[in-house]
Every structure is written in C-alpha cells, then in structure tokens.
C-alpha cells in the first residue's frame, strides 16, 4: 500500500482545435471519416468484459443518409441486463476497495488517449452516428469528455477532503463510500461526452454501473468502450447493454441491489423512471440516489437596450448549432418591439449564409436531425404552424427524408406567446419568437418568460442597461438552472460553468462540479475516542 496526501494534476480545459483548411487535424479526421465510413462494424455488448453478441441484430445507419449502413449492433434482452447486474456486482468489492488514486490514474489515462489517439476517431464517429459537424464534434465528443475526465478528478480529490474538526481527546473523521449495489447510467443521443460521463461519474467514485445508451448513440458508445477498455478500467466495472427501456428497467428498478440512476433523456420517461423507483422502493437495500437532467424550453430575451447584432449571432448560434438538438438549444425568443425589425434582418441574413447537408463536407453548418420519428414530429408542428393565422413561418420550413433527415432552420413568428411551439419542447432546429411591446413593462414580459414553460434548464437575457439585468436575474431566479447574461444559452463549460436545471428540467445536481460526484458517495462517520471513560457518572449527579 502505497502512504502519501497525493495532489493530482490540475486541470485545464482542452483546447479545441480548428480544423481550419491545411490544418493536421482536419487532415486527421477527414481521414477517420472516410475509413470508418468504409467499414461496417459488428458492435457487440460488454459484459464483464466479454463482448456479447446475439441473434438480433440491428442496423445503423448516418442521420444524413439513412441508407448507408456503418454496420450493426447487437439487441439484447432481459437476460443480458442480468448478466451486466451480476457482472457489475462481482467486480463491485474489488473496485471499491481500490485505492482512489488508482482509479484516478486510469481516467487521467482515458482523457489523455482521448486528447491523442482517440481523438480523431471519436469525432469522427460522432460525426458519422449523431450528423455531428466537426467543430461540434470537436467540442462535445473530444474536449468536453477529456474535461470531465480531469476535472472530476480534481473534484474527486476535492470530495475525500472535507473532513471534519475533531476536539481534544478524540479524532473525527469522514469515509466517502461508494454506495452499496450498482447505479444505472441512461444515456442520451446528442452528446457523446454526456454518455461517456453518466457511466464514468460515478465509477471514478469506486461505483459499478449497468450502462444502456440511445440506440441512436451506440455506434459512437462502441468507441467509449474501447476507450473506458484501454484506459485501464477493470472488466465489470462498466457494462454496455443494447435493450429496450422498458426491458431494462422491468429488471434494474426491481433489483434489491440497485443503487442509484444517472440520467440524461426526457422528462416523460424521468417521471416514469421516479415512479416506477418509488412502486419498488420497499425492494430496495438502501435508497437509490436519483440524478437527472430533462427537458428544456429554453429562451432567449432581449431588452430594449440590448445590442441587436449580438442578440442575433446568440439566435443563430444557440437555436441552430447542432439542429437545435442540445438540452441547452434556445427554442424561444422574447424581442422588443424596438429592436425585432434590425434583429430579423441579421438572423435572417445569417440563416441564407447556412450550408445544410453531410458532415464530411466541412463547409455544411447545418446537418440533419436525429432520426425519422424526431424528423417527422419536427415537420408536424411545421406543418401546423404554416396553416395556423396565429404564426408565420419567416425563415425555413422546408423538410426533406429523401435521403437524410434533414429539417431548415425555421424561425416562427407568434402573436400568441402561449402559442404551443413557444411552450412545448421541439428539440430540433426551431425558434419561435414572440415580440412584445418595448414601452409596455419589462416585468411583465419576465413574469411570461417564468410561467410559460415548465422546464428550467438554461436562458439568456441580453440588455445594456444594468437595471434590466439585475431585475431579470432577480425575477427569473428560479426560470434557468443555468442563466447567461449577453450570451447564448448554450455552450456550458467543465469547470467553468455547472450544468443542469431544475423544474421539469431535472434534479440539478450540476453535471461536470462536485455536486454531481458527491451524489454517488454515501459518506461515513468515524468517531475514535483515545482514553474512553471508565464512570458513567457525569458531574452534575454529585452532592
């Protein structure tokens, strides 16, 4: 056993490369594009570190064109899940007794081969998987995932040193535990970071996980895997299971040893999720921690003393990067009647200058949406929308599957600031902005930003005039779990800025901060006492 108070390296966020004309890393990726472009890929499960393959087996194909198959992967069933339960729990004594340096040095590994060797190769698969283009693969599946890496170590560090004081005669001490059974990590498609770090959290805190991504992320999870497997992480530790949610739950959430839950996805399954852990809850041998980030109806809201071009470049930055597919994405905007006509005018400016089609042409800003069922309730409320009198369509609108799910980006314009698309979560590349009166009350227009969504994930205020800002901070204290002042709402930074919101928007428990890792600890209290006392009786009982 090795004595020391070990400092670990401190973390800084990774630089995000270019991939500007000439660059090597441009070269590099283009290159990874086109060989895994070129394969077809059998994609097995890992259990216990066996590669596990079945019968059933299921193609993928790219978002941008679905009739290209990138290979298959394996469907699994009940059983499987089983398997990744009992495998979890065998490896679950030996992970958690590992001293937790150990584990730190193997995902300090993992965010270096990421930063190297890997790095073209996830990006590249992200790109391929999810209609990534390069930068936005840059910074989700490359640098945000290396951050999470280092800065949770940090945090992780940060966690065993909070101890308490200790009086004289006795010593005080905390033991910050893994929790007792396994934690289910459920992961979403967009982000290929945020399915890398649902599993690895609570892992790098000595914790065993069943992990079930998206299917429509599971080509670039396959790379994580090989990533987490060369890193070091010991068989067992992290199981990779393809099943249906439904199949997974019916056995993780009526198992005696489950744990916790960490969760990216929608609200609607959360809610089912919660409840279906509080039906089974007597089943359980301790309390699940339950960690989710949800929806978002993310906004956008501009005073009348605000800059018009910087609102602009936040609208077609933050509504369109990435099709309007992050968490983050503004998907509803509140103008001043003062400023629209000059804000329209850039934005629309900015949307004729989009290029849309397949990633590998680096030159394309806008790629295709997720899949058909995303394309297709895309282009239903499009569709709605160009036949309602309510609204008009100023921007986009077209929709096209033919050969990938591609959707324009489409500004709605509402005179109806309930209207449904300023309410309801699209999740694709669509705004709808609804221009109120600039000398009517500001507050009033802050009281409809608050109460018109459900969801509390992120929002931005854009104004000059501080009095604006400290009224909106105040009166939308509770609207934006993650609040910007003269920036787009997304973009959120490992170590800079803690993501998730609360509401309908999740448990806010703060994804890259100590606050997500300190959930997958169960702390202990150590009270050691020196020279114990040998009367029980205390000095007021004297005569």
């Known amino acids: 056993m090795s004595n020391g108070f070990f400092n670990v390296p401190t973390p800084v966020n990774e630089p995000v490369k270019s991939y500007a004309p000439g660059s090597k890393e441009r070269e590099e990726l283009q290159k990874a594009y086109k060989e895994l472009k070129g394969q077809k890929l059998d994609i097995p499960m890992y259990i216990g570190g066996e590669e596990v393959r079945t019968d059933n087996k299921v193609a993928v194909a790219p978002p941008h064109d679905h009739k290209h198959v990138l290979g298959h992967f394996h469907q699994g069933e009940a059983e499987h899940v089983t398997q990744a339960i009992n495998a979890a729990l065998a490896a679950r004594e030996e992970w958690a007794n590992m001293p937790w340096q150990s584990r730190a040095a193997i995902f300090l590994k993992a965010a270096e081969l990421l930063a190297g060797p890997f790095r073209a190769k996830m990006n590249a698969a992200t790109m391929l998987g999810q209609s990534k283009n390069a930068y936005q693969a840059e910074i989700d599946a490359a640098c945000e995932l290396i951050d999470f890496f280092r800065f949770n170590v940090k945090f992780m560090m940060d966690i065993y040193a909070i101890q308490p004081e200790s009086m004289p005669g006795m010593w005080n001490r905390l ?169 329209k005018g850039y934005v629309l400016e900015d949307l004729k200058s989009f290029k849309m089609g397949d990633p590998e042409d680096f030159s394309n800003y806008i790629n295709a949406v997720i899949d058909e069922k995303s394309f297709d309730k895309l282009e239903k409320f499009i569709e709605a929308a160009k036949k309602d009198p309510e609204v008009e369509i100023i921007a986009g609108g077209k929709c096209d599957k033919s050969k990938g799910y591609f959707i324009e980006p489409t500004i709605i314009l509402s005179k109806d600031p309930a209207y449904v698309t300023m309410c309801e979560e699209l999740f694709g590349p669509v705004l709808t902005v609804y221009v109120y009166d600039e000398k009517g009350s500001f507050e009033d227009t802050l009281t409809l930003v608050d109460s018109t969504s459900p969801y509390a994930l992120t929002g931005a205020v854009f104004a000059q005039d501080r009095y604006a800002i400290e009224l909106a901070t105040k009166k939308l204290v509770h609207a934006a779990g993650n609040f910007y002042i003269n920036d787009k709402p997304t973009g959120a930074v490992v170590g800079q800025q803690p993501f998730g919101g609360s509401r309908a928007s999740g448990t806010n428990d703060k994804a890259g901060s100590v606050f997500n890792l300190i959930r997958w600890t169960s702390t202990r209290t150590i009270k050691e006492t020196f020279v114990p006392p040998v009367d029980y009786r205390y000095p007021f009982l004297a005569k």
């Open 175 to 343: 033991e910050h535990r893994p929790l007792e059974g396994f934690v289910f990590a459920l992961t979403p498609f967009n982000f290929t970071s945020i399915a890398g770090n649902l599993p690895a959290a609570p892992a790098l805190m000595g914790n065993v996980v069943v992990w079930k991504p998206a299917n429509t992320q599971i080509y670039s999870a396959n790379v994580l895997m090989e990533l987490f497997r060369e890193a070091g992480v010991p068989d067992g530790v992290i199981n990779l299971v393809y099943v249906e949610g439904p199949t997974a739950g019916d056995v993780i959430f009526k198992h005696r040893d489950f744990a916790g839950i960490h969760f990216t996805g929608s609200t609607g399954v959360f809610n089912n999720i919660w409840k279906n852990i509080g039906e089974n809850v007597s089943r359980y041998r301790t309390y699940p921690r339950i960690v989710g980030e949800t929806g978002g109806k993310d906004f956008i809201l501009a005073h009348h003393s605000a800059n018009a071009k910087e609102v602009a470049v936040a609208i077609s930055r933050g509504a369109f990067e990435f099709q309007g597919q992050k968490c983050s994405a503004a998907s509803r905007a509140y103008i001043p009647s003062n400023l629209w006509e000059e804000i």
